[in-house]
Each structure stands twice: as C-alpha cells, then as structure tokens.
Nanobody, 130 residues
Framework: EVHLVESGGGLVQPGGSLNLSCLVS????????MSWVRRIPGKGLEWISG????????IYADSVKGRATVSRDNTKNMFYLHLSSLKSEEKALYYC???????????????????????WGQGTQVTVSS
C-alpha cells in the first residue's frame, strides 16, 4: 500500500521560505519520478515541481521557477521541497505525489494527470501571512 507523508508546513511570513519533506513507502521509490502539488483555496490543484528517479533532472512550474528546489534521498525514501520568496497567495495544502505530468507546460495535460493520480497523502498546510 502506498503511503505518502508530508511534513514541514506551518506559518511563514511573506518573503520567507519553507522546507517540506515527504516520506514515501509502498513502492520502489528509487525508480519513480516524484512531484509536489499544492491545493490553493479557491483555485484547485497546481503541479509545481518534479524530480526524476535518480535526482538528476528537475522540472518546475513557471509560478515557482527560480524560487523552488526539489531534491530527494533515495536511501531514506525522502523527497523534499524548498520554496523561497513566498507570497500570501501561496497559502495551500502541499502534497507529494508519485509521477509527473508528461508535458508540464500544458495546462490540459497537467490537469489530466492530476485527475489520474491515485495516491495522496494528508498534505501539509502552509500559511503565508504576517
């Protein structure tokens, strides 16, 4: 059974940064792409970043490009997100997810991929406020 446990959320001031973690079990983590997805109130799900199985290739949504860094530790089944220069509108529930959209630049492809994601953790809440 797949388990995804996100942690590290909390209250962050505008302009601040966050470090999120995800502990994965139930599948061969070291062979899987992983992504971070967030649910912004009133806006739905947004894919924001992904990393390949070996950790050599990373991809980011335009909304976080230049401010986000994803990484992983395959020895610990852990997946990470660092996001800086946070804005109040980035208050969201952040999830780690197995896989990635095939064409991250296509909103339609991303939306279709999100609909097919089967396994979700409980997410970790991030609030950006002064």
């Amino acid at each position: 059974e797949v388990h995804l446990v996100e942690s590290g959320g909390g209250l962050v001031q505008p302009g601040g940064s966050l470090n999120l973690s995800c502990l994965v079990s139930g599948f061969t983590f070291s062979t899987a792409w992983m992504s971070w997805v967030r649910r912004i109130p009133g806006k739905g799900l947004e894919w924001i970043s992904g990393i390949d199985a070996g950790g050599d290739n990373t991809i980011y949504a335009d909304s976080v490009k230049g401010r986000a860094t994803v990484s992983r530790d395959n020895t610990k089944n852990m997946f990470y997100l660092h996001l800086s220069s946070l804005k109040s509108e980035e208050k969201a529930l952040y999830y780690c997810v197995k896989g990635r959209p095939r064409w991250p630049d296509s909103p339609e492809v991303v939306a279709g991929w999100l609909e097919e994601v089967k396994n979700w953790g409980q997410g970790t809440q991030v609030t950006v406020s002064s």
